[in-house]
């Protein structure tokens, strides 16, 4: 066969796709005179804040080679979480100087590094460059205490409407529990109205838009008598009662010059829960059921038992084997330690619990994995639950958790609502085996 004819037999085969893998893998090797790419290379990348290398670095390798499925989901998680997390990380800190100011007119270089070094004001490096949680200007003023008092100095003291709303409450519902001798009281009904619009022309017309809206399970004795009064699509969908994420689905498909609007409304009734675990016969686990098994396990990603969780366990819970003298050291451990503040998207984060312990805070889901983990090395069942506080002027998304008391049974923790400042010891720990009437509960567990 002459040159020529090589030439010719070499383009029809690549037309037919008949070169095997290596032949096309040399060939794109040859023809692009170029090194080969790993994704090793591409994680060290992002990993270092490099993210425009690794972005670079992805380009090349999809030119060399065909990807095997398992490259292709790690390189779009890896684009997605780049993406999220610029979201988050991106203001510089002349965005956040106006709000640091109004505190410390004179604020000097000298603290601002301090802060940062104490991830008091969280900042990545991105290409180099210094860029500041979205949220961290605020969140100084929760975390740093002298940047705390001197946010007290200038604005005061004043309680928020979250607190008068509980400061009342909760009383009511620890007394109509006594007096009942019911661990479910004090209902309250909820109408619920959702709209979600999408913009007109953010999706090509004809695309179809799919759509899950939050919807409350009817596996929980804290709520019941739920209606499904209204939703705007003939398609809508239930998920089955044994996901655990209830949702309503509906899609529709976008039409050009018009917003794509999804509407939804219920009802439902919630009610407030408490047990007085002072007073409660607390039985031994036991160990090889199937309940216990399951809650007391590890859990990817972020119910890990690692060096750290059991260090942190070795120090707040020691000897310590009574369950609920182990829950009683462990909330009130966190609820001392890890102040509330913004949390940054949790999908990027390798393993939130060790997040919170780096960083010494935590928003409401982070300090409840860092106790659901706590819960589950010391061997106390434990569970993930989420949805909506309900309160009013206060209503906002919410995460918690519940732990099990054998000879109880599942008790609500909200960690994030933490020990109430009461001289009412009933008051003081109502979250650690109690909940108020204000609360949506869609989700039994986390994705």
């Known amino acids: 066969m002459n040159k020529r004819s090589s030439i010719l037999m070499f383009i029809i085969l690549l037309l037919s796709g008949c070169m095997s893998a290596q032949q096309k893998e040399e060939s794109l090797q040859v023809n692009n005179n170029q090194e080969s790419i790993t994704m090793k290379e591409i994680i060290a990348a992002y990993e270092t804040g490099n993210y ?15 990807l095997s499925a398992e490259e292709k989901w790690e390189i779009h998680k890896l684009e997605e979480m780049m993406k999220r997390i610029r979201i988050d990380f991106s203001k510089n800190l002349a965005d956040h100087l106006p709000h640091i100011k109004k505190y410390f007119p004179n604020v000097s270089d000298a603290q601002i590094a301090d802060w940062e070094k104490a991830n008091q004001l969280e900042m990545m490096r ?8 979205r949220y961290g200007q605020y969140n100084l003023f929760r975390l740093n205490k002298e940047a705390k008092a001197c946010k007290i100095e200038v604005d005061g003291i004043s309680d928020d409407s979250l607190n008068e709303t509980l400061k009342k409450h909760i009383p009511e519902v620890i007394s109509a529990a006594v007096e009942s001798k019911q661990t479910l009281v004090k209902p309250v009904r909820m109408r619920l109205n959702y709209t979600l619009t999408v913009d007109a022309d953010a999706v090509p017309e004809g695309e179809v838009l799919r759509c899950w809206l939050p919807y409350p399970r009817n596996d929980q004795e804290r709520q019941m008598d ?6 705007s699509e003939n398609n809508a969908v239930l998920s089955p009662e044994n996901y655990a994420h209830k949702t309503i689905y509906m899609e529709k498909s976008a039409e050009a010059g018009k ?7 219920f009802e439902y009734t919630a009610m407030a829960e408490y047990h007085n675990l002072e007073k409660a016969t607390i039985l031994p686990y036991q160990k090889d059921s199937e309940l216990y098994q399951r809650y007391t396990r590890e859990e990817t990603h972020h119910i890990i038992f690692t060096d750290r969780i059991k260090a942190v366990s070795e120090k707040v819970v020691g000897d310590t084997k009574e369950p609920l003298e182990i829950a009683k050291k462990v909330f009130q451990w966190i609820n001392d330690k890890y102040p509330w503040a913004s949390a940054r998207e949790y999908s990027t984060i390798p393993n939130i619990p060790e997040y919170v312990l780096e960083n010494n805070k935590g928003d409401c889901g982070q300090v409840t994995l860092l106790f659901l983990t706590l819960m589950r090395y010391n061997g106390i069942p434990a569970r993930w639950q989420s949805g909506w506080m309900m309160h009013p002027g206060d209503v906002n998304l919410h995460d918690w958790g519940e732990i099990y008391f054998a000879g109880i049974g599942w008790v609500p923790v909200d960690m994030s609502f933490g020990m109430r400042k009461s001289e009412n010891e009933a008051v003081k720990w109502f979250y650690l085996g109690g909940i108020d009437s204000y609360r949506l509960i869609v989700n039994s567990d986390y994705g």
């Open 126 to 133: 991105i290409d180099g460059e210094k860029k500041y949680f």
């Open 226 to 231: 739920i209606k499904l009064l209204e939703h």
């Open 52 to 66: 425009s290398q690794a972005e670079a670095l992805i380009l090349k390798l999809n030119g060399q080679r065909p």
């Open 259 to 265: 917003a794509t609007v999804f509407e939804l409304a």
